[in-house]
C-alpha cells in the first residue's frame, strides 16, 4: 500500500529564508510523486512532478525538490521566501493507477 | 486553455437533504476524478472516470453518494439524504498524460456545509 508521510504540520520561516518542507513515501513500486500548494479556498495547484526522468525537479515560483529512493524522500526546498508563498502544501504519490494518495498538509507561514 | 471548474463554489444544506454537484474538466483531458478535503487534512480520494466509464470507487463514497459523467464530458457528484459528517471540500480534477504519467489538474472545489 502506498502513503505519504509530511513531517511538521507547520513550519515558520523569515522572509528570505529557505523554505524545507518534508515527505517521506511508502511504495512497493517506484512511484510518482508531486507537490500541490493550497492557498486559502482554493484548489490544488501544481507545484512539481517526479516522473523518474530526472532526480532534482524544478517547479514553478522557485521551488524544487529531490528524490532520494534510499531515503525514501521527496523533500521540497526553495531557497528564499517570500511573504506569497504562505499556503498549504501537499505532497502526494501514485503509481499511475490513477488517484494520488495525499499527506496531511504542511502549513508554510512566511514572517517578515 | 480553461482550467478545471466546479459549480456551486458553495453550498449550504440542512440534513437530510440532497445536494448536486458539477465539474467541468479541461476539455481535452478524458480522466476525471473527485476528492474530498475536510478541514486540516488532504484531500481524500472518492471514485474516477475514464471517458464515461466508471472505474474506481473508493470506500467513502458510502451508498448515499453517486457520480456520473454522460458522454464523458462534465461530471456530477450527487449526495443523497445529507449528514454533518458530509461537510467538507470536495474537489474535482482531470488529468491527461504529461512526460509518462498522468498529471492532475485541479479545480477550485464545492464547499459544502451541512447544517
Known amino acids: 500500500a502506498q502513503s505519504v508521510t509530511q513531517l511538521g504540520s507547520h513550519v515558520s520561516v523569515s522572509e528570505g529564508a529557505l523554505v524545507l518542507l518534508r515527505c517521506n513515501y511508502s511504495?512497493?513500486?517506484?512511484?510518482?510523486l508531486f507537490w500541490y500548494v493550497q492557498y486559502p479556498n482554493q484548489g490544488l495547484q501544481l507545484l512539481l512532478k517526479?516522473?523518474?526522468?530526472?532526480?532534482l525537479v524544478k517547479g514553478i515560483n522557485g521551488f524544487e525538490a529531490e528524490f532520494k529512493k534510499s531515503e525514501t524522500s521527496f523533500h521540497l526546498t526553495k531557497p528564499s521566501a517570500h511573504m506569497s508563498d504562505a499556503a498549504e502544501y501537499f505532497c502526494a504519490v501514485t503509481r499511475n493507477t490513477g488517484k494520488l494518495i495525499f499527506g496531511q498538509g504542511t502549513t508554510l507561514q512566511v514572517k517578515p | 486553455d480553461t482550467g478545471v471548474s466546479q459549480d456551486p463554489r458553495h453550498k449550504i444544506t440542512k440534513r437530510g437533504q440532497n445536494v448536486t454537484f458539477r465539474c467541468d474538466p479541461i476539455s481535452e483531458h478524458n480522466r476525471l476524478y473527485w476528492y474530498r478535503q475536510t478541514l486540516g487534512q488532504g484531500p481524500e480520494f472518492l471514485t474516477y472516470?475514464?471517458?464515461?466509464?466508471?472505474?474506481?470507487k473508493s470506500r467513502l463514497l458510502s451508498d448515499r453518494f453517486s457520480a456520473e459523467r454522460p458522454k464523458g464530458s462534465f461530471s456530477t457528484l450527487e449526495i443523497q439524504r445529507t449528514e454533518q459528517g458530509d461537510s467538507a471540500m470536495y474537489l474535482c480534477a482531470s488529468s491527461a498524460r504529461e512526460g509518462g504519467t498522468d498529471t492532475q489538474y485541479f479545480g477550485p472545489g464545492t464547499r459544502l456545509t451541512v447544517l
Open positions: 511504495s512497493s513500486v517506484p512511484p510518482y
Open positions: 517526479y516522473t523518474s526522468a530526472a532526480t
Open positions: 472516470f475514464q471517458n464515461e466509464a466508471q472505474l474506481e
